[in-house]
């Protein structure tokens, strides 16, 4: 049969990566997996910006993050934010733009994993320019995560109406609130916007789990942290028959025989009594020295 086609329990029996954020995130969005395209949108000031460096932050934990800063460019307005957030992180890098093409030799020479565009309404390009470049990130399993103005009415947003459709997630933010209209992986809900460090979410692992390093059925090869958590895992195994016969080595035997010597009531007798022997035959020889010089005295005295 073609590799094209799967019969349904095959589909069914494949394993899928997802990612699962820290709330209220993870409840928001779901277990989202990682090549998910998410299309966020909103009029000016309800803090898209805000939201997308902060979602940049939480997918670092998970893989290398290009943040294309189409607007601000390296500007003081987008390292105020990353500050204030205190969402600085080694797998989250700051770009400019100047083409796809360039986004696309950035990301092959990061190895990133997702790529966020802030904001695709000022790059402003051709549906066939989007279209090529969304389904070669599709092909290499790498998320997408673009921002778009809002019209002046707020019934929709600027530029192409296809940058919406395709979307696995949909989010319009307004008044510092982010919420979902389209989902394929939870229900359509609300969460506050996080425009202080203290409200970001806590609880990230250092490791992925097992669960968020699965490729099967995505193409795609292990990351290095998950390379490097299942060489961990081999060899923890690895060194347990060493450990298991130093837990079944006899500590408690030795250090109860050297207890039993030293209580042991032959030991300390015998060196007492080899001790007043010692005392006793020195005396011997003293008195009899002693017993010498007073026959020679009185002898002398006659």
Not at 158 to 180: C, I, M, Q, R, Y
Not at 223 to 230: R, W
Not at 271 to 289: E, H, L, M, W
Request: one cysteine or more; glycine letters at 8%.
């Amino acid at each position: 049969m073609s590799d094209r086609i799967l019969s349904s329990s095959a589909l069914v029996a494949r394993e899928y990566d997802g990612i699962d954020l820290p709330a209220p995130f993870g409840k928001w969005l779901g277990a989202f997996e990682p090549n998910s395209y998410v299309f966020v949108w909103g009029p000016p000031g309800g803090g898209k910006s805000t939201l997308s460096a902060a979602m940049a932050w939480m997918l670092a934990h998970y893989g290398r993050v290009l943040y294309i800063s189409a607007e601000e460019g390296h500007g003081k307005t987008v390292a105020d934010r990353f500050a204030r957030l205190d969402a600085t992180h080694d797998n989250l890098f700051v770009s400019l733009y100047e083409s796809f093409q360039q986004i696309v030799n950035d990301l092959r020479r990061l190895k990133a994993r997702f790529v966020v565009i802030d904001s695709v309404t000022e790059i402003d390009p051709s549906s066939k320019e989007m279209k090529s470049f969304k389904s070669w990130c599709k092909q290499q399993g790498i998320g997408m995560w673009f921002i778009a103005h809002a019209q002046k009415t707020g019934r929709s947003y600027k530029g192409n109406s296809n940058l919406g459709h395709g979307a696995d997630v949909v989010v319009k933010v307004e008044k510092g609130k982010a919420s979902t209209t389209k989902n394929r992986n939870a229900p359509n809900a609300t969460v506050p916007v996080p425009f202080t460090a203290a409200q970001m979410p806590k609880g990230f692992r250092d490791n992925p789990t097992a669960s968020e390093c699965r490729t099967a059925g995505t193409g795609r090869k292990q990351s290095a942290a998950c390379k490097a958590m299942f060489s961990k895992m081999g060899g923890s195994n690895r060194e347990r028959p060493a450990t298991t016969p130093a837990k079944k080595a006899p500590a408690k035997p030795r250090s109860t025989t050297r207890q039993a010597s030293s209580k042991s009531p032959a030991t300390p007798q015998t060196a007492r009594k080899v001790g007043t022997q010692k005392v006793s035959t020195r005396r011997q020889q003293i008195d009899r020295i002693g017993g010498l010089l007073e026959r020679a005295i009185a002898s002398k005295k006659k």
